[in-house]
């Protein structure tokens, strides 16, 4: 996992709050910013690259911060950042809202609209959380999105209680993960994210029809993932978990261009598939492989593995040893 972490403690005192304003404006989203700490801002960020989404924890003195429509006009990236406050607390005001969020508070703040925001910790240095992603990555409707802007959002009960952990874990040990996993964390994350909105949406009464649906698909496909070794895993359990109709659980997939089936079978395939190409399983079986997953029949296994990926399940194995094989080649010197 890429990870790039910078720290003010090197520079020169009188250096150092400029040095944080450009690197967040860079790394982040441009905005004003001032301190009574300018004159030895003492500040670290480490920010862990995931491909679409970027986790940054941040440490640094009180501040505050404006987003004008100046900057907004000069250059918007259409982003959403999602905020855990860890310690200390911070006040957003965003689109006729304003809040103040401490420890375990999440928040949503949109790049395309002007936001004033102020930084508080009477022991020092404010640590928090910030990911950053396009608007277009969140799994809720536009409309849903847009009333959840700086909105306090509870990190721990529901939803909320699995994110800020994820977070934590992501941003303490990112070379626990390899670079290949970055799409499947920013998209666990975002499930979570939109799982906690919904229910924060619903808290206040305001929360559609669709939003409500959207949570209970979220929470069928991730009690459907923690089972996908059981080869009895079929939509009628999926359903009874759940208390809903079986005729209802096709429906609500149906919505989003999915079948119950079809969508356990590609979560087993794409699992399958990570695993043959893992370098520490090439000694497992591709029997075995497909029966951890939940497949019993090995000829069915390979069947549908064909059809998703275009070759056998012992070709994507050997396309995967090949490509690692070249990647470790060492490059020819260009003749002088």
Sequence with gaps: MRVHRISTEEL???ERFGYWHDMTAAALIPTVMGSEHA?????????????????TALRYPPLTTRRTPR??????????????TLGGEMAIAQAGRENVFRTGDFT?????QPFDGITRHPAGRLDHIVVQFPKA??????????????????GDSGFGALLAPFLGRIAAEPGAFRPEDGPRLTTVLL???AGAAAAR????????????????????????????????LAPGTVAAAHHVSLRYLHRLYQDHGLTVAGWIRDERLARAARDLADPAQEGTPVRSVAARWGFRHHAAFSRAFRTAHGHSPSEHRECAQSQRSVRRKPKTPPRT
């Design 71 to 84: 900057l907004i006009r000069r250059a918007d990236p259409g982003y959403y950042q999602l905020s855990l």
């Design 201 to 232: 949406l619903d808290a206040d009464g305001a929360t559609e029809p669709e939003s409500r649906r959207r949570a209970l698909l979220l929470r069928t496909q991730d009690f459907a993932r923690r089972r996908l070794a059981d080869p009895d």
């Design 191 to 193: 499930d979570l994210l």
């Design 12 to 14: 020169p005192a009188r």
């Design 137 to 154: 990555l969140l799994p809720l409707p536009a409309r849903e999105a847009e009333r959840l802007v700086a909105l306090r959002i509870p």
């Design 108 to 112: 949503v703040y949109d790049s395309s």
């Design 39 to 55: 004159g030895d801002f003492r500040a670290e960020a480490q920010t862990v690259d995931l491909g679409a989404a970027q986790v």
